[in-house]
């Protein structure tokens, strides 16, 4: 079973840094967009960043030029190095990845795989 593991969370004072990776465990036929998403107490989940198969960017508005996002396809892993942290910037982070699997049929088949989610505090 393909499974996201994410790891880097944790509690940074306004202005810190973190880094925060996803690994990608389990057989897999291909992986295709991988992304950040976040989702703050009382608000939706949004893109932070996202990043093609081909290392392609792109990033939701209030992490520009703070965020960046970067993948390592041997090792199927992507991280986001998070700098000039805010408190605004608190939420659970989360892992996505658009994948392709073979089936217990021997075909192919589209799926979206989560994270379990890492918590990023902002405080002081």
């Known amino acids: 079973q393909v499974q996201l593991v994410e790891s880097g969370g944790g509690l940074v004072q306004p202005g810190g840094s973190l880094r925060l990776s996803c690994a990608v465990s389990?057989?897999?036929?291909?992986?295709?967009?991988m992304g950040w998403y976040r989702q703050a107490p009382g608000k939706e989940r949004e893109l932070v960043a996202a990043?093609?198969?081909?290392?392609?960017?792109n990033y939701g508005d209030s992490v520009k030029g703070r965020f960046t996002i970067s993948r390592d396809n041997a090792k199927k892993v992507i991280y986001l190095q998070m700098n000039s942290l805010k408190p605004e910037d608190t939420a659970v982070y989360y892992c996505?990845?658009?994948?392709?699997?073979?089936?217990?049929?021997?075909?192919?088949?589209?799926?979206?795989?989560w994270g379990q989610g890492t918590l990023v505090t902002i405080s002081s």
């Open positions: 996505n990845a658009q994948t392709t699997q073979w089936t217990p049929y021997r075909t192919l088949r589209d799926l979206e795989v």
């Open positions: 389990g057989s897999i036929f291909s992986i295709n967009d």
């Open positions: 990043v093609t198969s081909g290392g392609s960017t």
